[in-house]
Nanobody, 115 residues
Framework: VQLQASGGGLVQPGGSLRLSCAAS???????RGWYRQAPGNQRELVAS???????EYADSVKGRFIIAGDNAKNMVILQMNNLKLEDTAVYYC???????????WGQGTQVTVSS
């Protein structure tokens, strides 16, 4: 099993970034999501999507972030628009798979919003 996240970087407030996470070696994917963890904070859910297309967003990102799952490519995308300083964090992708909904985490990608 391998998850490869990419797309992080440095952006000014109001800018956009697109995070991607590709998974290999995982079958029966039930849900995909993105979490983030800022220094001194707990890891928190940013957005998630199920294989049936149900999506969930943290209140702080609603209207700015869009999550999309690509079932054929085993990928999850997070389009982040109108980024704010408080979006600065390490972002982790998560896949839930199998009958027992096992968690598979990506390695994390740094997003820094700074002027």
């Amino acid at each position: 099993v391998q998850l490869q996240a990419s797309g992080g970087g440095l952006v000014q407030p109001g800018g956009s970034l697109r995070l991607s996470c590709a998974a290999s070696g995982i079958t029966r994917i039930n849900a995909r999501g993105w979490y983030r963890q800022a220094p001194g904070n707990q890891r928190e859910l940013v957005a998630s999507t199920t294989s049936q297309g149900t999506t969930e967003y943290a209140d702080s990102v609603k209207g700015r972030f869009i999550i999309a799952g690509d079932n054929a490519k085993n990928m999850v995308i997070l389009q982040m628009n109108n980024l704010k300083l408080e979006d600065t964090a390490v972002y982790y992708c998560l896949f839930k798979a199998g009958l027992n909904l096992q968690d598979y985490w990506g390695q994390g990608t740094q997003v820094t919003v700074s002027s």
